[in-house]
């Protein structure tokens, strides 16, 4: 992992987990502004559309899980001495855990529009 092309793969596949999340998230959006407003129409229809969004978002969960960066591939960088390198871990690092908390998020939305329940606040400052 500890390479500058190993790096780039974890930045590719974050960016791309990114657009999708960004994706979801704007398909989840009017479902949720419907249940804010007390208007879902057909139950079923909205809980199935919740069903489906969820299905893709746990594919979307699978990919993160695969990324594979880690805190011990930057400690070696730094033991190494390769300072761009540590940094550049410790930046995709972050990205990750900010990606796996933005799936988390959507994820704890879509399962309280499928129950029924009202959906958690929204976060502020969510990246």
Same mark, same amino acid.
Request: aromatic share 2%; hydrophobic share 45%.
């Given at each position: ?9 974890? /930045?590719?596949?974050?960016? $791309? &987990?990114? =657009?999708?999340?960004? *994706? %979801?998230?704007?398909?989840? @959006?009017? !479902? ?39 805190? /011990?591939?930057?400690?070696? $960088? &730094?033991? =190494?001495?390769?300072? *761009? %390198?540590?940094?550049?871990? @410790?930046? !995709? ?35």
């Amino acid at each position: 992992m500890a390479t500058f092309f190993a790096a780039d793969a974890v /930045e590719q596949t974050l960016r $791309a &987990l990114a =657009a999708d999340l960004t *994706a %979801l998230e704007a398909e989840v @959006a009017p !479902l949720r502004a419907a249940a804010e407003a007390g208007d879902v129409g057909d139950a079923k229809e909205f809980r199935n559309r919740c069903t489906i969004l969820s299905e893709r978002l746990t594919q979307c969960i699978i990919r993160i899980d695969s990324v594979e960066v880690s805190r /011990e591939a930057a400690a070696a $960088a &730094l033991r =190494a001495g390769d300072r *761009a %390198l540590t940094k550049r871990l @410790a930046v !995709l690092l972050t990205r990750r855990k900010r990606t796996v908390r933005r799936a988390n998020c959507l994820g704890d939305t879509l399962d309280a529009l499928a129950q029924g329940r009202p959906p958690p606040p929204r976060a502020s400052g969510a990246a």
